[in-house]
């Protein structure tokens, strides 16, 4: 039977994960080297308020925070509201707006896995042809984007778009250690790596100077190029606010945004 960690051994696991050590945290969090010592080895049981002010500073994120508070002997601190709940009404409405608002470019709004939660009418000109059992609820951004038979065979650059996918996912399980988001990790690191490469010489995209990695993909015989951006929420008190994430895809150059704002 395995045991449950301790707050201190818990702790003491995010502080070595952000590289900080005994003295930096207490100096940060207005406490004691020998404090922090006393609360990592068990000798001394931390307030509830002087667990969330080390989660704060060890940037642990919030469902971890409430861990913290349970394996201290406190109830937890954050809420965990369904998306469909009506006191979060005027967020999916605000959330609606913003994609909406985006079109004709492409948006879309997911959760800690990559659930797609929300997306616009540009997401669903880049998913023209894929097939119905990859687009059966919940979408899956990660699937969708590296399955064989997904968007993986237009995209262009699939080794290079992949590998940053991939990177950004490690860093997430780093952060979260997220049992949903390895399973996820290890499905889609699994995937053959298919798609047509870029040709040396192909034309515009090779001219364009690119400010961020692209992403380049095929879309009824034109290529469009775009850079992403990724947005969540400020001081979230709310499992299920903070794990979202709002991803736009912004057109890396004039001949796609050309292509989007065409009738």
Request: charged share 20%; hydrophobic share 40%.
């Amino acid at each position: 039977m395995t045991s449950t960690p301790s707050v201190g051994a818990l702790l003491r696991t995010w502080r070595e994960r952000r590289g900080i050590s005994q003295l930096e945290l207490a100096g940060r969090a207005d406490s004691s080297s020998r404090h922090i010592s006393f609360v990592e080895t068990g000798r001394s049981r931390p307030s509830k308020e002087m667990v969330l002010r080390l989660a704060d500073h060890l940037d642990v994120p919030v469902r971890e925070r409430n861990t913290l508070l349970l394996a201290a002997g406190y109830a937890p601190h954050y809420t965990q509201t369904p998306l469909d709940d009506p006191s979060l009404g005027v967020l999916r409405e605000g959330l609606e707006r913003l994609l909406t608002g985006y079109e004709p470019y492409p948006a879309l709004v997911v959760d800690a896995t990559y659930d797609v939660v929300a997306a616009n009418r540009g997401i669903a000109m880049l998913l023209d042809g894929v097939p119905e059992h990859l687009l059966v609820p919940p979408l899956n951004a990660m699937r969708i984007t590296l399955h064989p038979q997904g968007l993986a065979p237009r995209i262009r650059n699939l080794g290079e778009w992949r590998g940053h996918l991939l990177a950004q996912m490690e860093r997430q399980i780093a952060l979260s250690r997220s049992a949903p988001l390895r399973a996820l990790y290890e499905e889609v690191s699994g995937y053959p790596v298919t798609g047509r490469p870029r040709e040396a010489g192909a034309g515009a995209e090779e001219a364009v100077p690119y400010i961020a990695l692209p992403l380049l993909i095929e879309h009824d015989g034109h290529l469009l190029s775009f850079v992403s951006s990724i947005a969540t929420f400020n001081t979230p008190t709310d499992v299920t606010v903070a794990e979202l994430a709002v991803e736009t895809l912004l057109p890396a150059d004039a001949a796609t945004a050309k292509y989007l704002r065409s009738p």
